[in-house]
């Protein structure tokens, strides 16, 4: 399978609790992002890295969310004390970024990990 | 801020018909559209995608037409199946050289194919 794979795909935790999510890309894509969605929503863009460097956060992205791409291959995404609102599905998607003026960047999502906080 | 909307949240189309999805978006700096589809339970699956030097792109059974004057985006389903039924983003992007394409979705249609 080449696709964007998600780990663990469902979370339940308590409130309060650490949670680390993973994400291994497409091979060889170069950019990384995370999202989050909650229900009847679209996606909201978290976080993204180009090879092993995080470029963009969002200002949704709290003090309590940290993302890592230590070797420009795969990504976590972890949550500390987490809360009842944290409460989502957590999308991974990755691109390729080519040479300029080629049709690239096209961003293929994972399944996502849905954490459930009680 | 700027985001991008949908003019309905729920379309029911006869299987065999053709489906249209509508959207607007605000940010008349994005130069990037993207169409996906999501079944419950799973990720985003890209459809197709326009730029802005575009006004339709053509896949296979569907064809994006992008209207840049009154900032509207549609997507068209030729032949409806059942298969198609779930919820239809669309997102927008805006680029400058060198930036990753940071997208802002709207809120989703759920289309549902009756048999």
């Known amino acids: 399978d080449t696709g964007v794979s998600q780990n663990p795909r469902h979370k339940i935790t308590k409130r309060g609790q650490n949670v680390t999510f993973r994400c291994d890309p497409i091979s060889e894509h170069n950019r990384l992002y995370w999202y989050r969605q909650t229900l009847g929503q679209g996606p909201e863009f978290l976080t993204y890295f180009q090879n092993e460097a995080q470029l963009e956060k969002s200002r949704l992205l709290s003090d309590r969310f940290s993302a890592e791409r230590p070797k420009g291959s795969f990504s976590t995404l972890e949550i500390q004390r987490t809360e009842q609102g944290d409460s989502a599905m957590y999308l991974c998607a990755s691109s390729l970024r080519g040479a300029e003026g080629r049709r690239t960047d096209t961003q293929y999502f994972g399944p996502g990990t849905r954490l459930t906080v009680l | ?115």
């Open chain 2, 1 to 115: 801020g700027e985001s991008v909307g949908l003019h309905l949240p729920t379309l029911s189309v006869q299987e065999g018909d053709n489906s249209i999805i509508n959207c607007a978006y605000s940010n008349s700096a994005s130069d990037y559209f993207i169409w996906y589809k999501q079944e419950s339970g799973k990720g985003p699956q890209f459809i197709i995608d326009i730029r802005s030097n575009m006004d339709k792109r053509q896949g296979q059974r569907v064809t994006v037409l992008l209207n840049k004057t009154v900032k509207h985006l549609s997507l068209q389903i030729a032949a409806t199946q059942p298969g198609d039924s779930a919820v239809y983003f669309c997102a927008e992007s805006k680029t400058s050289s060198g930036s990753a394409r940071q997208l802002t979705f709207g809120s989703g249609t759920q289309l549902t194919v009756l048999p």
